[in-house]
């Protein structure tokens, strides 16, 4: 067992920004990522890119390249570092208990960072777990880290400024890609407008630009762009053949044999749930997240949550919360006291706040559709277990009050991904039936191990203290 | 507002249930409080194991009548409970243990039991393949077997409310006072009175027994469990460790349930528990020194959940020591599942004829 | 399904994958491997036999899982491709998962 400092655990932007303050200051920081290289997912691969890919960065555009900065940094800072590893329980006593390599090992610090980050909002339309349906981060994935583009055609469906940057990416890589079938509602739209003010005024000019930027590119790509989609549903027997929708009061199909999805990313729970943090239900946003402070402090001394797994902000925003909680860190460490904490974290506040900005028109603007969270009966809302939301709806009408009896009764969220793609479906499949909130009806029971771990890699741990 | 029934019962597991379904189909109006959910407790997260084999001597005949109802648990509930006929065999690792085993199985007989039988080495692997060949020598109960808790509470729930139980979750009682021999219980969702009063309250069962003047030393508990990803068959009836704490099945979905006993940290103020890893190494040991193919076994989950457990380790089960009208079945130490259905036959006996045919003597609360 | 936009900008690694040789590039993950060889389906569920392939590719929903050199249960986009590494697909309860 290993004691720090500061244990920073995820190698995004917020974790590499938090370890490179801590190091750089003299504290005793370890960085311990499951990632064999560092940059999380959203600089995913940089360091291998630009080595064997340097073409490709113009493709991926500036915002990824920024990204080597950030790992730069760190790789200077003399942080120590644990890529290939695996976290499968995070103790309030600030254990962090992992598996790298087949062993699993123990270490502890005065205080831990989590910097998990975000998943992609599960998309549960009928036909979503056929083979050649992806999330849209898993084609991103795909052409970062392998330098792989479609060739077969390829549909993407859902809404976000993920899925848009998904698809100028795609054209820029002469990848097959079809369609756009954008499922932004016209309602969102206008709701949306009511939150531009605000987004213009607090910093967010450049995102809209951006946005804009993005949406021309698309254009002048020439790709079917088909707006205000309802009803996705995929179809084929043993793989994705084709897609259909509504649209305009139509239904169409288009042949596909590569769907990407994309609803929007909510916070990465099964840490911050396992640790027994309390979450709130974010009502426009529609997820759960941690509850933290501005210095991302949880209710557990010595425990912090920053970047997107403490609620969606972005990259950039991630990297400013994770120098901030880095700062509080070393105030706890005794390192550096209030005064001078306040003064170096002066422009990291500023940056949080001014990246934060468009986040409520965004929000609003990509609001997930209604069927996304609570969908039909028909649909399967756990893929391990394959239980569909009517299955879930039956044995609430049966008496089962919650997603943990629903979990009990029917395996739901029991199977290898502990959780965490039926978790968020769950929930709003109960709140429905049961015309409770979200914030009612509660999440599932997270427990450790995070993530399997064998039998032998435990037996084999020390027991000794 | 109050409300009245004949009796009262509180607490919503296995017990409670059982209780309140057989007292019901006896003809009496009977009123459930559970302050959470059925079985969200000790009687939704235990092992699951249905078994006589190596029960304390007392127990003996209650699981005896137990199983015989567990064999038919259709009849009682309308669901089958996930109720499998594996059976249970306990195994020793060396001479020490052996020598338990023989002395046990000597004890049973001589209680004029036949459900329990010593097996020797060849028997053994063929009963148990998988088994490390240190092993030595076993103990087997063959009809015993294993149900799925959390189902058969909420069958015995489902049950209960089809008898006409009127079975009231998330309702707390907050004080208990008996008048002109009826029990008055204060809950968090108004008053209720009835003339008699069933205390099923697990883990909390020793702070109802004390607003009654009964001091119990009740120790809540949470025993911790392990799962793991499906694996090929490779086993089929439970086994139990002697000596060192394991009890191991393979479900028939193929996951494999690891619990025996070590227990995490239980909060029965906020109603939850947590899960003491260190524990689990110990258990991980256990089992792959017996079954070294789990050491490829992924655990995909752990939980515990909150129990409790009397000094002997045997529960309180009979009439309060102090008050009229006042019955208990609590404090059933980690080994209540299999007793459900016979607990709810012992009740309702007590209830409507003031005495059971079953032994219950050694169960009583003033022994404390 | 997929192609190298630059082939060979990584060195050359060779994998078996249900007893056919399959070409990858260093840096690949299993799942990147065997979608770039034209393998869509990694898996057959324990539930209901159903055909399954990588859906988030960054090891969150547990459905790329593949037997590795006979370990079975691997995320196949968790593990980087080493020079002849043995993958098979995963069929239902009958092997694992």
Known sequence: MSAWDAIVIGAGPAGLAAASVLAERGANALLIDEQPAPGGQIYRGIEQLAATRPGLLAVLGPDYAHGADLVQRFRASGAAYLPGSTVWQVTPEREVWLSGAGRSARHDAKAILLATGAMERPVPVPGWTLPGVMTAGAVQILLKSSGLRADAPLVLAGSGPLLYLLAQQCLAAGARLSAILDTTSAANERAALAHLPAAVVGGGLPYLRKGLQLRKAIA?????????????????????????????????RLPAALVALHEGVIPAQQMTRA?????????VAQCFRPAVDAWGNSAIPGILVAGDSAGIGGARAAEHAGRLAGLEILRHLGRIDGAARDRLAASDRRGLAAHLAVRPFLDRL??????????????????????TAGAVRAVVAQGCQGPNQAKSFLRCGMGPCQGRLCGPTVTSVIAGALARPEAEVGYFRIRPPLKPVTLGELADMDAVE | MSATADVLVVGGGIQGCSSALQIARRGLKVILVEKNTAGRHASGVNAGGVRRLLRAAPEIPLAVASMRMWHDIAALVGDDCGFRVSGQIAVAEDAAGLATLEARAAEVRALGYEHEELVGRNELFEILPALSRHCVGGLVARDDGFASPYHTTMAFRRAAIAAGVDLREECRATGFCRAASIWRVETSSGAIEAPILVNCGGAWG???????????????????MMVTSRMPEFVTPVVIGVGRKLSFKQMPNGTVLIGGGHRGVPDTERDSSSVDFRKLITSARTVSDLFPIMREAQIVRTWSGIESRLPDDVPVIGPSSTEEGAYHAFGFSSHGFQLGPIVGAIMADLVTLGRTELPIEAFRISRF | MFQRIDPGAAPGLRLDFEGRTISAEAGDTVAAALLAAGVGWFRETPVGNRARGPYCMMGVCFDCLVEIDGVPNRQACMVTVADGMRVRRQHGARDSA
Do not use: Q
């Not at chain 1, 640790?275 to 009502?283: K, P």
């Not at chain 1, 990509?366 to 239980?387: G, K, N």
């Not at chain 2, 020793?206 to 911790?224: I, R, W």
């Open chain 1, 275 to 283: 640790l027994g943090l309390d979450h709130s239900w974010d009502a």
């Open chain 1, 220 to 252: 002048k790509g020439g790709v079917k762009w088909v707006r205000h989609v309802t009803k996705l549903r995929i179809e084929g027997t043993d793989a994705a053949t084709a897609i259909t929708f509504e649209s305009k009061g139509r239904t169409e």
């Open chain 1, 366 to 387: 990509y609001a997930p559709p209604p069927d996304i969270l609570r969908p039909a009966d028909e649909v399967t809302i756990c893929r391990c277990e394959e239980i």
């Open chain 2, 206 to 224: 020793g702070a109802v027994a004390a607003a009654l003047g009964e001091t119990v030393p009740l120790e809540p508990t949470a025993p911790m």
